[in-house]
Structure formats: C-alpha cells, structure tokens
C-alpha cells in the first residue's frame, strides 16, 4: 500500500474515484454506470492530447505546446472536408488527420529550431495561423462524418467505448516508448540536462523535434475522432484542451522540471478533470462557481501530490 | 584579525562520538574530533570514506544520528554564528547572479539602498586578500566566468567579512579546478589566516598539498578517523598507507615507449591531432581554451541528429552537474546511456546488457554502492566520477576526450583509472585528456600546451616534463 500511495500517478486515480463515489452517492448509485461510460469518452480525448502535451512538457522548462486546439480543429476540418460524408473513407480521414500531425509539428518545430523561438511563442503563433487555415477551409460549412466513423466513434465494445479503447492503445504505445525503447531513455535523459545528454551522444535535436511532432500527430487524432464524435468539426472544437491538456499531465504527476513523465497519471487525470465538473454540475453549481472550485480544486490536488513527494 | 576574539585553547568546534548514517551506510561511525584557532586540519581519505559527511556535519548542513557538535570557543548554537564557513568541490555559486550578487546571498546584513556597492567593495576586497592579480569584475555574471574562476570566487566569499568573523573555513577540493600558480596563492592565504588565529579544515586529494599547508592531517576511512597526527609525523608513504590503498610510486612510469601508433584518428585546424591508441594530454593553466578545444571537437564530430550504432567519440566531463550527469537516475541508467543505441534490439533498451554492464563497471571501476539501481545522487562526488568514467569506456567509440575527469577522485581511484587508459590506450584507443595536474599530463604519449586558446608547444619524449610544460605556460611571447 506504502509503495502504491508513493507513486505519483496514485494521487490522480485515487482523486477520480474519489469524485466518482461523492457523485454518484448523489444519484444514490443510479447514476454510477453512465457517469463512468461518459467519464471514459470524454476523457479518452484529454488524455490523447494529455499523452503528447507531456511528452512535450517532458523535455524540460519552457517546453509546451500551446498549439494543440488549433491543430484538433485543423485536423478535424480538413479530415471530415476529405471524407464529405461518403462512407468507407475513414481511413482516408484518419490519414488526412495523421498528415496534418506531421506538418504542423515540422512547422512548429521548424520555428523553435531555425528561428530560435521560444516554444510558447513559436506555438502560439503558429496556432493562428493553423486556426485561419481551418476557418478558411471551413467556410461555415458542417460536414458530417461517415455513417460507419461516426457509429465507431461512439459505439461500445463490452461496455467500453470505443474512444477510450483507442485512447488506451495510444497510452500503451506511448508506455512502451518511454519505458522501453531507446528514444525514451533519449528524451528522458534531454528533460534532465539538454547539454549532458548532448555531451553522453544522445541527437538531442532529432529528440526535440520528434517530440513537437508526436504532440501533434496526437492532437490531430483526437481532433478526427472529436469531429467524428460530435458529428461535425466546429471551429471551437479544441478551446477547451489548451488548459485541459497542460492540467492533466501536471495533476498526473509529470514533472514540469523536466525528465519525469507519467502515462498512468494522465488517465486518471483526464477521468478526475471529468468528473470534478459534472460533480459540480450535479450539485447544482452556476458556472461561475464551477470554473472556481475547478481551478481550487486542481491547485489541491498538485499541492497535496508534490508535497507527498517532496517528503519522500 | 583580531588576535583577542579567540580564546586561545577553547576548540572552535569539538565533535564527541559523532555517527551519521543513511539507511544502511554509516557514513560517519563515531567520530572526536576538536578543531582550535591557529590550526590548519588537513583532511585525506578515498571517495566515499566520509569526508564531506563530516564537514556537513561541522557546518550544520546535516544532523548526526548520534553524538554532539559544540562550538566552545564562541559559545554560540549554531555552526553559522559560530563563524563557520563553507566553500564547497560542488560549484554552489547562482550562475545568473554577479559576483557581489552572489555575496549578498550569504551575507544578510547588505541591505538597503546602496548595497550592491559595499558588496562589491567587500568581494573586492577579499579576492585582493586572496588572489592578488585576480583579474575578476564584481559586476561580472558568474555564467561567463571560467570554472577556475567560479572557485576562486567562491573562495574569496568563504574568506569574506560577511558582517561577523570567520573563523573556520572549510575548503572541500578547492584546488580540483585551480592551477599550480593559483593555488599557490590560496596555500599562502590559509598559513596567514591561520598565523591571525583562524582556522582551516583542508580537503585535498592531492597530498603535496596536504603537506604543504596542513599542520595537522586527519585521515579517514569508512566512516572512521584512522590517524589524526601533527604533519610532520606523517610521511607521503605512511599516509598513503593509512588511507589503506596501495598507490604506487609510478606516477612517471609511462607506456612502453617503443609502442607503434596507428594512422592519425583526430586532426583539427587548430593543430591538435591523435594517433590510434595514442595518450594525447592538454595542458596549460586552467582556462586558456583546453576544455573549449575539446568541447568543439567533440561536438564536431559527432551530431545531434544522427546516432550511428557506433559512436565516434565518446566525452567525460569533469563538469559533472552542467555536462556529465543525470540527476534524476539511477547509477545504472546513468552509466549506460552511451551504449544504447549500440545494443538496442529493434530500437527497445535490452535491459539483460544494461544490468550486465553495470555489473561489470561496479566491479572494474569499484564504485562504492550496494546497488546499482540506486540513484546516482546518493553516490560521492568521486563515484559519481567513476560513474562517468563507466559510461565512456563501456561504449565500443575509438576515441574517448576527457575534459578534466579526475577533480574529486581519490589517489586509488586515479591510479586505477590510469591503468586502464593505458590497457584500453594499448588495444587501440585513443585519448584525448585535458587535466589541470601537470604529473597527470605527463603520463601522456604527446602533450599539447595551450596558452591565450592556441596551442604554444608539443611535447613529446624526452621534452616531457613539467619544466617544460609550465615554460610553455607562462611564455610570453613565441620564440
């Protein structure tokens, strides 16, 4: 138990079961299924673009990308634009979507390497103009998804749904990739010290940039699956994942030092960020009380985690 | 200095039964030991012995387990009001900070408007009192500043007013990043300020040093004083012997002359160059472009875009925390990052080999730890050195550069390590080694003195001496 509590991946798990009983003893446990089917497809979308925000996050201070709802809206206009609602193009979307991951992380990363940007602005800046690309394309127009993508994307196997399934694999892969294989040891040891890890032959550039592009190619699979799932790119579509992506991969017990990532924290985070909002949701709180005691109660939790872990 | 402050007999400090322990290692297992004013205590034993473990425990940095610390002379509580200070082998100056900056973080009596002046006056004025010809701006960062700077800087802070006297000041490896002729200086500056009644524990690997300024020498082993005697009852022999490592005299014992060198593997523009299994040695005085030159090259060859499966050259820095190692890891993880891509099965870490290597390298190069998954932190200085040292070798790279690797590592240890650079030198590889000990350098095959950041001679043969390498130092015009 000792060695399960140190873990600081245990303080976002234990935080959405928590929220999870409290909410559902509301409903007196009527409630508790659906309340968890909801939480698992809502979160599988903060939890992808969590997984890439915190590889990125991993490389150290000032390491962020803050082009992530740009590249979700991108992504899911120009996929469901391809597809134009014909069915069996689904992979043809997904290939759009992936397309678009590599060309804005280049971008992006082509910024902070050649032009020397800092990546907060680099991203930012980029994002506009990822964002204009998707209004230009869009023109206003709702196209819906294929009929068998859109039935994917909220369907269910074994009671799972099929979002949270891909969310899942997607942090298996990234697992394996940083626990595993070389390029992980590579990014972990340039979170720690860009120059000693230069200096011990780690291609500390190739690791950056491979970094920037992964977060996007993520992002650009969410947004595809986002737009499938709500029947329709929307140009606001990502808004809410710009905070939601940094909120979960620091309440998951990343450091933002650098160095240290975290896969099983970002589910539980991306479950807990759920359901702290339709707790207060359930609890009758105005939206203003809501964004208040959210943010109060992020704080709490990232204080009570790296407390726990300062002692040890 | 003010003669009358001290109290001629009472101990500055006096440390009855001290034990400290961490977890299973006893680094401190009941040590006496009382320092008083005018005394010089010199400090030897290997990485790992307890050294800093007990000048931690003077200073206040760490509680003991056991036993009591009292400073009798001042009658104060707490080693800081005591007057004790502490320059540490751990660089502990804020890099973004300026000199006189850096001052004021120990000194909380500089406030106010205006303080920045007296700070700088202040610094002025100590590194004057210790290193005339210093050459160092109090407005300067310390980022720009050369590592032997930074020391030095440190140093004068230690030796500072501060607003109260100081009266025992601990020196941890000052000399590691210093050369000869500095310190010098600082050898001088401790007999003056133990003549006016201060005192000094003095930490050295280097034992010409030990004797040069110790007036009485402390040597420790596993946590225990084995020999605490005025200096001039020990002999170099005798100490090395009660340090309980066999070090030879063979410091000039160098490599089979006649040995054949391969094709040239290095060359530069700036004229330094290596042969296959060739022992290159840069010397010079510390910061006139060695450790940039090296720097360069390695960065040169190899890419930050590209791992080949073999790399070309592999680095050891002497820099631990900014160039070596990796804070968050284990000793394990950290000794193997250099040879992944090299044993990596399709693109996965073969973890059975990580663990085989470490095994190995614990064994070969004796770093003091029970496991190898602890982290690297809880390791010395020295070992974490060796850790270094580990990381280079293990990797199959034709050419190894050394940036000054040996600051901090005991006399054992050193000659280990030599041994193993001429076996590894003699299968084929070549070194290239920058090293602020000019005995060092003259084990070399070929030695390149660099004055100004150019190359001033090549030494090789019979040229080979220490005469001759400091000549070339100081020169001042070419012939």
């Known amino acids: 138990m000792e060695k399960i509590i140190s873990r600081p991946w245990s303080w976002s798990w234990l935080a959405a079961a928590l929220t999870f009983a409290i909410t559902s003893a509301l409903t007196d446990g009527s409630g508790a299924g659906a309340l968890a089917y909801a939480a698992l497809s809502f979160g599988a979308f903060a939890a992808i673009v969590g997984l890439g925000q915190m590889i990125v996050i991993t490389l150290g201070p000032g390491n962020v990308d803050l082009s992530i709802p740009a590249v979700m809206t991108l992504s899911g206009t120009l996929a469901l634009k391809a597809m134009g609602s014909e069915p069996g ?17 280049a971008a992006n990363f082509a910024l902070i390497y050649a032009l020397r940007l800092p990546p907060i602005v680099a991203t930012l800046a980029a994002s506009l103009v990822y964002q204009s690309i998707a209004i230009w394309s869009n023109r206003g127009l709702r196209i819906k998804p294929p009929a068998g993508l859109a039935d994917f994307a909220t369907g269910r196997v074994l009671g799972v749904p099929n979002v949270a399934l891909v969310g899942l694999a997607l942090a298996i892969v990234v697992w394996i990739a940083l626990e595993r294989s070389v390029w ?127 002692r040890k | ?152 800087v440190e140093i004068a802070i230690g030796f500072a007013d501060r607003g109260a006297e100081a009266r025992l000041v601990i020196l941890d490896e000052p000399t590691s990043s210093l050369d000869a002729g500095i310190a010098e200086q600082l050898m001088a500056h401790i ?8 005192a000094v524990i003095f930490i050295s690997h280097m034992l010409g040093e030990i004797f040069a300024v110790a007036s009485r020498i402390l040597v420790m082993k596993d946590g225990k004083v084995v020999a605490d005697r005025a200096a001039p009852d020990f002999t170099r022999q005798g100490l090395v012997d009660a340090m309980g490592h066999v070090a030879g005299d063979a410091t000039h014992e160098r490599g089979d002359q006649t040995r054949s060198l391969g094709e040239e593997v290095v060359h530069t523009p700036q004229g330094l160059s290596a042969r296959r299994g060739e022992v290159v040695g840069l010397s010079g005085l510390a910061g006139h472009g060695q450790a940039r030159a090296l720097a360069q090259l390695y960065l040169g060859t190899t890419s930050s875009w590209r791992a080949t499966g073999r790399p070309q050259m592999v680095f050891v820095a002497g820099d631990r925390t900014r160039d070596g190692i990796l804070p968050l890891w284990s000793i394990l993880r950290n000794a193997s990052i250099s040879i992944l891509s090299e044993t990596a099965k399709w693109g996965l870490v073969d973890r059975e080999v990580e663990t085989r290597n470490a095994e190995k390298w614990k064994r070969r190069i004796g770093i003091r730890t029970d496991d190898m998954n602890n982290p690297v932190l809880s390791l010395s200085g020295g070992n974490q050195q060796k850790v270094l040292f580990a990381r280079a070798l293990a990797s199959s790279a034709p050419v190894v550069v050394m940036d000054d690797p040996m600051r901090g590592v005991d006399v054992g240890t050193k000659q280990d390590v030599y041994a193993m650079i001429r076996a590894e030198a003699a299968s084929g590889r070549t070194f290239l080694w920058y090293s602020t000990e000019t005995e060092e350098v003259c084990q070399c095959d070929r030695v390149f003195v660099f ?8 030494l090789t043969g019979a040229e080979l001496t220490e005469e001759r390498i400091l000549e070339a130092s100081f020169e001042m015009q070419e012939a």
């Open chain 2, 1 to 152: 200095m003010q003669q009358s402050a001290f109290e001629q007999d009472a101990p500055i400090v006096a440390l009855t039964d001290v034990a400290k322990h961490f977890g299973a290692v006893r680094a401190l297992d009941g040590v006496d030991l009382e320092i008083r004013p005018g005394e010089c205590l010199g400090l030897v034993g290997h990485n790992g012995a307890g050294k800093s473990t007990l000048v931690n425990v003077v200073n206040g940095g760490v509680a003991p387990t056991a036993g009591a610390v009292a400073f009798p002379a001042s009658g104060a509580a707490a080693a800081l009001s005591a007057g004790v200070r502490s320059v540490f082998q751990e660089l502990s100056l804020c890099p973004n900070l300026t000199v006189a900056e850096n001052l004021r973080i120990s000194h909380a009596a500089l406030k106010g408007p205006g303080w920045r002046r007296a700070a700088r006056a202040e610094i002025g004025q100590s590194l004057d009192a210790v290193f005339p010809g210093h050459g160092i701006e109090a407005d300067a960062t310390v980022d720009i500043l050369s590592i032997a700077e930074r020391q030095m």
């Open chain 2, 191 to 198: 007999r003056r300020f133990c003549e006016g009644g201060g």
């Open chain 1, 184 to 310: 992980g040891r590579w990014l972990l040891a340039s979170g720690q010290n860009l120059r000693a890890a230069r200096l011990a032959g780690v291609p500390v550039e190739t690791v950056r940039a491979s970094a920037y592009v992964t977060v996007t190619v993520l992002a650009s699979v969410a947004g595809y699956l986002l737009a499938s799932f709500s029947g329709g790119a929307a140009l606001n579509m990502g808004q809410d994942y710009l905070l939601m992506s940094i909120a979960v991969v620091v309440i998951g017990g990343t450091s933002i030092a650098g160095g240290l990532s975290n896969v099983p924290g970002v589910w539980g985070a991306a479950l807990f960020m759920f359901l702290v909002v339709s707790m207060l949701n359930s609890y009758g709180a105005g939206a203003g009380v809501r964004m208040v005691l959210t943010g109060l109660i992020i704080i709490g939790i990232v204080i009570a985690a790296s407390t726990k872990r300062a």
């Open chain 1, 89 to 105: 193009t689904a992979m043809l979307g997904l290939g759009v979507a992936v397309l678009v991951g590599l060309g804005t992380g």
């Open chain 2, 451 to 458: 004055r100004n950041g150019r190359i001033s001679a090549e």
